[in-house]
Nanobody, 123 residues
Framework: QVQLVESGGGLVQAGGSLRLSCAAS????????ISWFRQAPGKEREFVAV????????YYADSVKGRFIISRDNAKKTVYLQMNSLKPEDTAVYYC????????????????WGQGTQVTVSS
């Protein structure tokens, strides 16, 4: 239903910064929240951050608090993930995800997924 396209991934040295974008299309009026998840090789997909459409509230995983910032440009229907002070453990494929009925912090809450964008942090 909702289509999501991520961009902005790449290679960065530890301590550096990177900004990811998630552009939404389709019936975007139905979006309740946009979340970011990530998945490292051989590991399960994990929650990173979420932005609620109503009230603009945000919530972050403990592992990224104080380093990552999620934000929205409503006119462009785009959500951003600003990643600062990157660590090698942040290396993963990052996915944005849309939920229709709740603030999504679990895979089961997600209605639509983007294709993912690779983030690699070197030591």
């Amino acid at each position: 239903q909702v289509q999501l396209v991520e961009s902005g991934g790449g290679l960065v040295q530890a301590g550096g910064s990177l900004r990811l974008s998630c552009a939404a299309s389709g019936p975007t009026f139905s979006i309740y929240s946009i979340s970011w998840f990530r998945q490292a090789p051989g590991k399960e997909r994990e929650f990173v951050a979420v932005f609620s459409w109503t009230g603009g509230s945000t919530y972050y995983a403990d592992s990224v608090k104080g380093r990552f910032i999620i934000s929205r440009d409503n006119a462009k229907k785009t959500v951003y993930l600003q990643m600062n002070s990157l660590k090698p453990e942040d290396t993963a494929v990052y996915y944005c995800a849309a939920a229709r009925f709740r603030v999504a912090t679990r895979e089961a809450d997600v209605g639509s997924w983007g294709q993912g964008t690779q983030v690699t942090v070197s030591s």
